[in-house]
């Protein structure tokens, strides 16, 4: 297998940390995002969207998208579980993992996208767009530090897929400004807590 990656990318992050939760190695290679390398040709050939991740599979064969890259890895390697184990705890971290998504990763990368300098040459950025998505993102981080008053990891006790989508959504909020609020003390208790595993710095 050979994995796609971007250092910096909030998607690629996703499979970083839940392979090396798992202490899995596969080859990888940097994609220079910056010089266009993923609008090349040959990188389309992979990923028509020229996102990253991709994972190439041995038989040749291409997985994009970094949910179903990892559902893959998963089912590959399933010790230890971060997707759950029974009918319902699989049920209920997909719960979590979408409101995860929806709640806190999506405006952060509507955030990013719209007011970063990265993205200010590579299309028309709306700042109002960007500002909205800033109160959508305040509103998010205050519902998920009410969810985290009683459980030490997002909707559960143990660490699952569901905190890692919210996990890589703030750290790529930092590099717009994105903070955890002094008033936010069961999130920001978490974060430090799911910073300071050894797979956060995959």
Not at 43 to 50: H, M, V
Not at 138 to 155: K, P, S, V, Y
Request: contains cysteine; neutral net charge; glycine residues 6%.
């Amino acid at each position: 297998m050979l994995l796609h990656d971007l250092k910096s990318g909030m998607h690629p992050r996703r499979v970083r940390i839940l392979l090396a939760e798992k202490g899995v190695e596969i080859p990888s290679r940097q994609v220079d995002v910056v010089a266009g390398e993923n609008t090349s040709a040959e990188f389309r050939r992979l990923n028509p969207l020229g996102k990253v991740p991709v994972l190439v599979l041995d038989d040749g064969s291409v997985l994009s998208e970094s949910m179903a890259i990892c559902r893959y890895l998963e089912a590959l390697y399933p010790t230890p579980p971060l997707f759950g184990s029974t009918d319902l705890q699989k049920a209920r971290i997909e719960m979590w993992l979408r409101r995860a998504e929806y709640e806190i990763a999506r405006p952060v990368v509507d955030i990013f996208v719209h007011s970063s300098d990265f993205y200010r040459t590579r299309l028309e950025q709306v700042p109002a767009y960007a500002a909205w998505a800033r109160q959508r993102l305040d509103e998010g981080m205050a519902w998920l530090d009410r969810e985290l008053a009683g459980t030490a990891c997002i909707g559960q006790d143990d660490y699952s897929m569901a905190d890692i989508v919210a996990q890589c959504a703030l750290v790529l909020g930092k590099a717009v400004g994105i903070r955890v609020a002094d008033e936010h003390a069961n999130l920001a208790r978490w974060f430090a807590a799911v910073s300071a595993r050894p797979s956060a710095r995959a």
